[in-house]
């Protein structure tokens, strides 16, 4: 079975300070990727995608940015963090069922930046 | 066009009632439609998913409405328990590309005692 891990589970870093969470999916192979961003009580915001190695796409030009540097791996980055960087991060993988994309969530990471 | 609008924002519903949570969507090309729930502090969980080849779709005490040519689609949750307190996210998604998923914008339920 397919399983997607995201870490850390929670982060708290300054303003200015740099970011790397990572993301990693078991059980599959070239999955598409997914970073979103979900503010408190809001929906969910698509950051980044990726349908092969080295292969980023941006939603929404912002302070962060993606790499995909192995098959199952996906890196969201920051140089320096802002206050309005601060939300859930959440990572998605997706397969094609019937047609149609179901997208599969990882825990998240709360980002927290003060 | 490529927008899921989802209502309501937020929903209490009593313990043993009906939840019914009401998505619709414009893009024609969107072919599947899933439904997906989430606790706090976890990420969206797959529920319940339909295609518009069916009008109805049922899971224990879950089921989709599909109502291909107004475009809309809806979520029930029959006898509703405080265990279905979660935010609940509707979404859309056509063929092939990237496999974009649209989601709604949520809606949060709390069903009370």
């Known amino acids: 079975s397919q399983t997607i891990h995201q870490w850390p589970a929670t982060l708290v870093q300054p303003v200015g300070s740099p970011l790397s969470l990572e993301c990693t999916v078991e059980?599959?192979?070239?999955?598409?990727l997914y970073w979103y961003r979900q503010a408190a009580g809001r929906g969910l915001q698509l950051l980044f995608y990726s349908v092969g190695i080295g292969q980023i796409s941006s939603e929404v030009p912002q302070n962060l940015s993606a790499s995909r540097p192995q098959d199952r791996q996906f890196i969201l980055s920051s140089k320096k963090l802002l206050l309005s960087d601060s939300g859930f991060y959440l990572c998605?993988?997706?397969?094609?069922?019937?047609?149609?994309?179901?997208?599969?969530f990882g825990p998240g990471t709360r980002l927290t930046v003060l | 066009q490529q927008q899921v609008k989802q209502s309501p924002q937020s929903l209490i519903v009593q313990k043993g009632g009906i939840s019914i949570i009401n998505c619709a969507y414009e893009n024609t090309a969107f072919d599947y439609f899933p439904w997906y729930q989430q606790f706090p502090g976890k990420g969206p969980a797959l529920l319940i998913a339909?295609?518009?080849?069916?009008s109805e779709k049922k899971e224990g005490r879950f089921t989709i409405s599909f109502n291909k040519s107004a475009k809309q689609f809806s979520l029930h949750i029959m006898d509703s328990q405080p265990g279905d307190s979660a935010t609940y996210f509707c979404?859309?998604?056509?063929?092939?590309?990237?496999?974009?998923?649209?989601f709604g914008t949520g809606t949060k339920l709390q069903v009370i005692p």
């Open positions: 059980g599959t192979s070239n999955p598409n």
């Open positions: 339909i295609r518009p080849d069916v």
């Open positions: 998605a993988w997706s397969r094609l069922t019937g047609g149609g994309s179901e997208q599969f």
């Open positions: 979404a859309a998604s056509g063929h092939g590309g990237y496999q974009k998923v649209t």
